[in-house]
């Protein structure tokens, strides 16, 4: 059974940085598609950034401009780099990958809190 493990997760000032990873246990083949969700309390979970295998990246109008996905396919990781961060920012952030075949795998979930 693969298992995504996200990291990087913490405490930031608004205004500050953080990037989180996500690392499977094992490797996928033919992964489809890479992101990350987030989900705040009393909200539903929402996309935050998405990269499809070939490159092309997908983010909510919200993180554009602040945040940036990218992903290592041979070491099976995707992180998201987090600048400019807003009080708003802050929820569970759980990484995701889609493979070719639909399996759909997901990550536990870190926690990120922005202070002002």
């Known amino acids: 059974q693969v298992q995504l493990v996200e990291s990087g997760g913490g405490l930031v000032q608004a205004g500050g940085s953080l990037r989180l990873s996500c690392a499977a246990s094992?490797?996928?083949?033919?992964?489809?598609?890479m992101g990350w969700y987030r989900q705040a309390p009393g909200k539903p979970r929402e996309l935050v950034a998405t990269?499809?295998?070939?490159?092309?990246?997908n983010y909510a109008d919200s993180v554009k401009g602040r945040f940036t996905i990218s992903r290592d396919n041979a070491k099976n990781t995707v992180s998201l780099q987090m600048n400019s961060l807003k009080i708003e920012d802050a929820a569970v952030y759980y990484c995701?990958?889609?493979?070719?075949?639909?399996?759909?795998?997901w990550g536990q979930g870190t926690q990120v809190t922005v202070s002002s």
């Open positions: 094992q490797t996928i083949a033919s992964i489809f598609v």
């Open positions: 995701r990958i889609v493979d070719a075949r639909g399996n759909n795998y």
């Open positions: 990269i499809v295998s070939g490159g092309t990246t």
